[in-house]
Nanobody, 121 residues
Framework: QVQLVESGGGLVQPGGSLRLSCAASGSIFILNTMGWYRQPPGKQRELVCTINRGLSPSYADSVKGRFTISRDNAKRTVYLQMNSLKAEDTAVYFC???????????????WGEGTLVTVSS
């Protein structure tokens, strides 16, 4: 199976920056679109941004101009650079990937266990 492991979460002051990483490992035959989701306290999980194999990004309106997603296909790693952080960015951030584990398997969604980002003074 495919494993996704996030890192880089922590406590940061409003206006600060943080960079998250997510590395994919395991039996990976095809690794397509990867992205980030987040779940604020007491709220539903929401999409933050995605990036495909051609490195084309897509962002939620709430993070445009502040967050930047990137990926290194050779390292099978996706990153999220977060700048000008606000209190409302506080959430558990989850990594997501569309992948196939062999030639005959279909594309499936895989999820990391999440990393907590807390924006507070």
């Amino acid at each position: 199976q495919v494993q996704l492991v996030e890192s880089g979460g922590g406590l940061v002051q409003p206006g600060g920056s943080l960079r998250l990483s997510c590395a994919a490992s395991g039996s990976i035959f095809i690794l397509n679109t990867m992205g980030w989701y987040r779940q604020p306290p007491g709220k539903q999980r929401e999409l933050v941004c995605t990036i495909n194999r051609g490195l084309s990004p897509s962002y939620a309106d709430s993070v445009k101009g502040r967050f930047t997603i990137s990926r290194d296909n050779a390292k099978r790693t996706v990153y999220l650079q977060m700048n000008s952080l606000k209190a409302e960015d506080t959430a558990v951030y989850f990594c997501n990937a569309e992948a196939a584990t062999d030639y005959v398997s279909g594309i499936k969604d895989y999820w990391g266990e999440g990393t907590l980002v807390t924006v507070s003074s």
